[in-house]
């Protein structure tokens, strides 16, 4: 499972810093070794990128066609973390850079940067990280690829349904089923939400009101190994988005438009609807994309290796 040495990161947790004795440079490689361990190869191919519909022709995602017309593309192979992005690696990160002063402000501190050892903290050093903007998570996979020298990134969307979707199966969930049984854990009133519950279910799907989520690795994987590409929280891709891009989508690994469309700020597409919240209407299945602003907070991710050999 995702995460580092309980003990370091006690360390990080009671100074918010690295104080003597922690060891920065061994947090650092903890985190390194862990982001390199936790990659999954996926052989590249062929598949359908978009909403393939069900049996009876109706299509999975209803509330917008964002994910339609679907079209046929081809990856090549690269690696993808098993595991979303977790508080604990993030705020080695953020220490590692000189980050947190960036977001004094107390909210955006408590909310987007704390981390806890203290496993019914929503922010436990194991449970997905939020980041306050899309520069942080595409920011993170830089450092590791500075780092490591392995070139890390944000998945494209079509590498990120392709691995969803164990190499392009026609499943509209990506748990080990291909259906989806939701965990009730956020079901109740909040003052009612415990996490020493244990989990049950294959998925966590939930009011986008919540902030609390379980640990990575709390269901069972898709079949290619992946844990939490449906539910949990949703997940930062590099393209930007653009609503009728299915449309223009090259064959050959398509990385989404060049530049920005539309007015406005400017946004990268979101996957994993139903960790946000939103799995009314097939807003939890692979298919459903959307928008969100580059500064847009509380998105979580992953990151993957874009090499053709598997790299463990």
């Given at each position: ?14 100074a ?8 920065e ?8 070794e ?35 017309p ?16 977790t ?29 806890s ?8 050093y ?9 520069g ?16 890390f990134?944000?998945p ?56 609390e ?11 290619l ?16 988005f ?13 990385r989404?438009p ?11 597409t979101v ?7 939103d ?25 993957v ?8």
């Amino acid at each position: 499972m995702s995460g580092i040495d309980p003990l370091k990161i006690a360390c990080l947790v009671v100074a918010q810093a690295f104080i003597s004795g922690c060891g920065e440079d061994g947090l650092v490689s903890s985190v390194l070794e862990q982001a390199t361990d936790n990659q999954v190869f996926v052989k590249g191919g062929e598949f359908v990128l978009g909403d393939i519909g069900k049996p009876d022709g109706s299509p999975y995602v209803t509330l917008t066609d964002h994910s339609r017309p679907v079209v046929k593309v081809r990856v090549d192979s690269y690696s993808i973390s098993r595991y979303e992005t977790t508080w604990g690696e993030m705020a080695v990160y953020y220490e590692e850079l000189d980050r947190r002063h960036l977001y004094a402000e107390e909210f955006t501190l408590k909310k987007y940067l704390l981390v806890s050892d203290d496993p019914l903290s929503p922010n436990y050093y194991r449970k997905p990280a939020r980041v306050p903007n899309y520069g942080e998570a595409e920011g993170y996979c830089a450092w590791l690829a500075e780092r490591t020298g392995l070139p890390f990134a944000l998945p494209t969307e079509a590498q990120w349904e392709y691995a969803a979707q164990s190499r392009g199966r026609e499943v509209p969930y990506a748990t080990d089923t291909g259906d989806v049984e939701r965990d009730p854990y956020l079901r109740r009133p909040k003052e009612y939400v415990d996490p020493s519950i244990p989990p049950s279910g294959n998925a966590l799907m939930h009011s986008s009101l919540k902030f609390e989520r379980r640990p990575v690795g709390s269901y069972p994987p898709n079949p290619l190994g992946l844990y939490d590409m449906t539910g949990n929280v949703a997940e930062w891709t590099q393209d930007w988005f653009q609503e009728d891009y299915y449309r223009y989508a090259p064959y050959d690994n398509p990385r989404g438009p060049d530049s920005p469309s539309g007015e406005g700020l400017p946004s990268k597409t979101v996957r994993d609807w139903g960790g946000r919240g939103d799995w009314f209407g097939g807003g939890g299945t692979v298919f459903a994309r959307g928008g969100r602003s580059v500064d847009f907070a509380g998105m979580g991710f992953r990151c993957v290796i874009n090499h053709p050999e598997p790299i463990n």
